[in-house]
């Protein structure tokens, strides 16, 4: 099933759509699919309600819809970053297990909803990526139950300035302790960037438009991953060619920072480049604006307008 | 006042100190400070509540109190770096605004819950900060206005974890537009880090005990601030050496993330030592475990034992 968040009257709710349908269908009493992932934590419960709704549920025609996105307030967004092999001569020295940051949930944006961008931001450029989205908490989860702990998969576009990056990564002296000397301390030469601003920037998080649920994704690394701006495609990948898998990614995460319901794990660019198109770096929405769109087969196309903020 | 978030019985409640007092007072109805916040966004309606449970609430000795974080879940916790004045020469080419990171709520943890080690971790070490807790939300605040958004003050420990920093700090060719060719690209030797395990991992974040009304702090940037490692002083700052001011530091911050009600802005590490102690790099609590307190003047001591997990 395909679930989502979406704007109704003067409130929002949860929503179930089948993949083959052109309507939505409202599952009473969930005023997101935060809320019903919370209120279900072992993950198979809502299945029912879901059902009900599909059956006899209000409707809202896909064509009308104003979609938020599917999980509104995650309590955590985490991003993979340097995650796909099509392109390793990038690598001077990498990453041996998944490198992570953390997206702040202010930055997400339905699909359809604009990404508002101003001059001061400098480029910032699509990222496409394959979404997870946690279903059941946990924490040292190994790897082969990991996929367990996945509600489902969705669409990501982990927009990326940087010209923000470049002004918030510094070169300093870390301070190290003196292995001679106790209490003593010596210099080390180091760069540092810090992604708030240029990974997290209000709007720099569109996600949806919902969330399928993990069933109808029997191998979520053969999937065609694509983005498109205006009618251009620029990236064609697949993402067989993540470096780490889900379960690797979901099971290192779990080690170190625990995870909750509705927690998302964005699992790194899929920036292989078309044939006929550039690299996501060429597509600098904050001067070209426009339509950008990230495509997932079997999971659903994302997309969203360029706009001055 | 000082209002908090305590376990009471199988729950927890939100609770309110006065400075002078060795009880908390319960604030029926509200399960955590961020659900005070949450319904009182305009920021002075809660007075009246919190009075009455002074009043005649059910009290808790501030001897037995189990602390929670004031806040338990805010929807961001932005970290700043670089951010103190008293060790310039460490900088080669530092931030010319906030550079800012995120902190996920995951890793939050309240004044003696234990902070939770192991060896895979490497080097971890405190950092007093003083943090912002924000009242009401907005975007692009003019610093002229940024207090009024201000809830109140509390106590935070930023841990950092250098080992995992430099585990996840890598170099690399970034991809920029090539000036002379339409699609073309050129490689940037780049180094960029990945803050989410060396800054979010779970514990990483102690917070509280409490949340300082901001009417109670007349000067927020004229604070002394320690840090002691069981009875040895390892620093002593004040908050007047902060290169960005509160006011200056939400404003900036505003104006790419939207601010949120219960949203944590830790102000950056009061690093400078004491007359008798080391820095704080030289305390790694992954080695010497022990106790661990942050203190700021008129906002409270937080303290925390180190364990291994």
Redesign the interface.
């Known amino acids: 099933m395909h679930l989502g968040t979406i704007q109704l009257d003067d409130g929002t709710t949860a929503v179930v759509v089948r993949s083959s349908e052109s309507e939505a269908a409202v599952i009473p009493g969930y005023r997101d699919l935060d809320d019903l992932l919370e209120r279900h934590v072992n993950g198979s419960s809502w299945r029912g309600e879901a059902e009900s709704a599909l059956h006899d549920g209000q409707r809202v025609s896909l064509h009308e819809v104003s979609w938020l996105p599917p999980v509104r ?1 995650p ?2 967004i ?1 991003g993979v ?2 995650n796909n092999s099509a392109n390793p ?9 998944p ?9 997400l944006v339905g699909c359809g909803q604009p990404i508002r961008l101003r001059p001061e931001m400098g ?1 910032v450029h699509p990222e496409p990526e394959l979404a997870v989205v946690v279903g059941r908490e946990g ?1 040292d989860i190994p790897a082969s139950s990991a996929l367990e702990h996945v509600f489902g998969y969705t669409v990501f576009n982990d927009l990326t300035s ?1 010209t923000m ?1 470049g ?11 003196d292995p001679d000397a106790a ?3 010596r ?1 080390v ?9 240029y990974k ?3 709007t720099f998080g569109p996600m949806g438009p919902w969330v399928v649920d993990a069933g109808e994704v029997p191998d979520p690394h053969d999937l065609r991953i694509t983005c498109t701006h205006d009618d251009r495609l620029v990236t064609d990948d697949n993402t067989m060619n993540l470096r780490f898998s889900v379960a690797e990614v979901v099971s290192y ?1 779990s080690s ?5 319901p509705g927690d998302v794990i964005a699992m790194g660019t899929a920036l292989k480049k078309s044939a006929r ?3 996501v ?2 597509v ?1 929405l904050n001067r070209l604006r426009g339509r950008i769109d990230v495509s997932i087969d079997g999971i659903g196309t994302l997309w969203n307008p360029v706009e001055a903020r």
């Open positions: 307030r309590r955590k985490l970053a340097l001569d990038r690598i001077i020295s990498g990453p041996e297990s490198a992570m940051f953390v997206k702040p949930s202010s930055s480029r924490a940087p990056r002004e918030d990564t510094f070169h300093y002296r870390a301070i190290h302790p209490d003593g301390i210099y030469e180091s760069w540092v960037s810090y992604p708030a601003r997290g920037s209000d995460a170190y920072m625990s995870l909750e198109g550039g690299a770096q060429n600098d």
